[in-house]
């Protein structure tokens, strides 16, 4: 079963899905990490996300790195205590100098505290591709638990090396 979404750095595959607007209420000092619009895509095999960016997100030569926390049961008293969400699980994609650099799915362990970010373990590798202002990942549904007929929340979060972040919560 090959996804409807390819992970090429382009945006053309998500024409026609739904995408949602990130509007912020101040300006982003750094519009390279400024989140424009989000998406997620769903099949039988994988879990794909989309991220639009204002600027290039990885052009810059210091490292930028966007997480997409995923919270797979929609309960906040599970997983990693974030901002409206307990994430079970997620991706973290960093890059710099138009090119990703690492791009990994990682997996938090329900036993120790759930503010302890250090709780997440590397589970598998995320195919990731970035070109210009898009960004795209993909990993396999079976990693996070889910099936193509689960409800799940995620925040898109990205930060630079200068303490500026944006973030998305859908």
Do not use: C
């Amino acid at each position: 079963g090959d996804s409807v979404i390819t992970i090429d750095g382009e945006n053309g595959d998500w024409v026609g899905l739904t995408t949602y607007s990130d509007v912020d209420s101040l300006k982003m000092p750094n519009a390279n990490i400024d989140i424009v619009e989000v998406s997620h895509h769903m099949d039988s095999v994988y879990f794909s996300v989309y991220v639009g960016f204002e600027d290039p997100v990885f052009s810059t030569m210091n490292t930028n790195i966007v997480r997409i926390l995923i919270d797979t049961d929609q309960d906040s008293s599970t997983g990693f205590f974030g901002p409206g969400i307990g994430a079970d699980y997620y991706i973290e994609i960093t890059g710099k100098a138009q090119s990703v650099l690492t791009s990994n799915l990682f997996i938090f362990n329900d036993n120790l505290d759930s503010t302890n970010w250090n709780g997440f373990t590397a589970l598998s590798y995320a195919k990731s591709l970035s070109r210009g202002g898009t960004l795209e990942t993909q990993v396999h549904l079976f990693d996070l638990g889910l099936s193509i007929e689960s409800e799940f929340d995620i925040l898109v979060q990205s930060n630079d090396s200068f303490g500026n972040s944006d973030m998305h919560h859908q």
